[in-house]
């Protein structure tokens, strides 16, 4: 099964997801699909979204690496419109998931979990 694949797996199984993919601490995008449902006016840049979480990934990274706490494994961030979740794939790879605020988190953390092990299985 394809990256694609796996990823829009994920996307339909959360809802309240807009997007899910796989992004490198590098700033480069590995795979990422959107919600096409979701064509209205946003005020949030999606595609931005991937970069940034790929630059605060590293970064998190990087600092628990200075403080001595060893890699980060997961990340979550919320905002007032979203919340993104970003899980280590392997060194240097996070998944990431990002849903309406209103969106189910915790399913998201479960679907989360899944999608870790089928793109360790296909990476």
């Known amino acids: 099964m394809s990256l694609t694949d796996i990823l829009y797996d ?9 997007f899910a993919g796989v992004v490198g601490t590098d ?10 449902e979701e064509q209205e006016e946003e005020e949030f840049d999606l595609e931005l979204a991937e970069l940034e979480l790929a630059t605060i990934a590293a970064m998190t990274n990087a600092a628990s690496g200075r403080i001595g706490s060893g ?4 990340l979550t961030i919320e905002t ?3 919340v993104y979740l970003a899980a280590l794939i392997t060194p240097g790879y996070f998944a990431v998931l990002g849903l309406y605020a209103d969106g189910e988190v915790e399913q998201a953390r479960v679907i989360m979990d899944d999608l870790l092990e089928r793109l360790r299985e296909e990476l």
């Open 10 to 18: 994920a996307l339909d199984d959360v809802d309240g997801a807009r």
């Open 27 to 36: 700033g480069l995008r590995v795979e990422m699909v959107f919600d096409d």
């Open 71 to 74: 890699r980060v494994l997961d």
């Open 80 to 82: 007032e419109e979203l």
